[in-house]
């Protein structure tokens, strides 16, 4: 068979690369020659991504709430991958930005939306029975979602909002503003002050590892890259609204959605269920209480005011306890 320029070309380039290697192309050849073609279900790891799942109990609807909950976080594990291929970058320009925020925020949709499955898609008294098992774990315990928030913001509006305006005007270490970080006061018993042993567990785990992360991230996160761009890229409205829905999809909409699930589930009256965890649920999820903002130059005062008031009131209203 004759050889057309452009297939010899791509030979000699190809003979060159391995060369470096310290192979010669012929060996390289020989393995494509015996090797197995590629298959959807090997390449994606199919048998292995759906033994995954493996409940605690023979309740079945368990089984539905491991894999949503491995969705949520394939879901951060996507948007992570935005942010750290941003961070990593010597520059980062304007469409570059608007392009991974965008993809950050169909990620953060859909991960709302498919979550949204999980309100009526389990029996409630399936749910109450095996949801026994399975404490002290809990989805508070998600280091993904923290190193989003990480990622996301200056480390200052992750401190809990009643010391954060105290702790910015003394410029405070990572170290010290994260013995005050927000989520901490979600699985603290708010009687005693002692922590839970889901939040125990996590900082055990984790939070040497969320310190680095916060430091690396000091000049990188996605606030810190937009203050890079040239005054006028700022203003590009597409950008600031790509930041003001992505603080939205992070800070209200995931949680709400959130919150809803946990009102179908838990809430009762006279007194709500608590969570698995020992989280406050009823307090830590609705983002009128954390009222945590990644972006609060890009809010006018009342939008800051008024963060989250409306949206819980509206989802008891819709929802109800037990529907």
Request: charged share 30%; with cysteine.
């Amino acid at each position: 068979m004759e050889m057309s320029s452009e297939l010899n070309d791509r030979i000699q380039k190809l003979a060159k690369k391995y060369h470096a290697s310290g192979q010669e192309l012929i060996a390289y050849l020989d393995g494509l020659l015996y090797a197995d073609y590629n298959t959807y279900w090997d390449y994606i790891h199919l048998d292995t991504l759906l033994s995954l799942q493996t409940p605690k109990t023979s309740i079945p609807d368990e089984e539905i709430f491991i894999m949503y909950h491995q969705i949520t976080e394939l879901y951060f594990k996507l948007t992570l991958h935005e942010i750290r291929q941003m961070a990593d970058m010597e520059e980062v320009d304007l469409e570059t930005l608007k392009t991974k925020m965008g993809r950050m925020n169909r990620y953060f949709s859909a991960l709302t939306h498919s979550f949204g499955v999980m309100e009526k898609g389990m029996d409630r008294e399936q749910f109450l029975n095996f949801r026994m098992s399975l404490i002290p774990a809990s989805g508070f315990q998600s280091a993904q979602y923290r190193m989003v928030e990480i990622g996301a913001t200056d480390f200052i509006n992750l401190v809990d909002k009643n010391k954060r305006e105290e702790m910015r005007s003394a410029k405070p270490t990572i170290e010290e503003m994260y013995q005050w970080i927000y989520w901490k006061k979600g699985a603290t018993m708010e009687k005693t002050g002692e922590k839970t042993l889901t939040l125990r567990q996590f900082e055990k785990k984790y939070s040497e590892e969320l310190i680095r992360m916060a430091s690396k991230f000091e000049t990188c996160n996605l606030w810190q890259l937009y203050l890079k761009l040239p005054a006028k890229d700022q203003k590009d409205q597409g950008l600031i609204d790509a930041f003001r829905a992505l603080d939205l999809n992070v800070n209200v909409n995931w949680p709400l959605q959130h919150y809803r699930t946990s009102v179908v589930y838990l809430a009762r009256r006279p007194s709500d269920i608590a969570a698995t965890g020992g989280t406050n649920w009823q307090k830590y999820l609705p983002p009128r209480f954390q009222k945590r903002i990644f972006y609060p130059e890009l809010w006018s005062e009342k939008e800051v005011e008024e963060w989250g008031k409306g949206w819980v009131k509206s989802v008891l209203e819709e929802v109800g306890p037990g529907k």
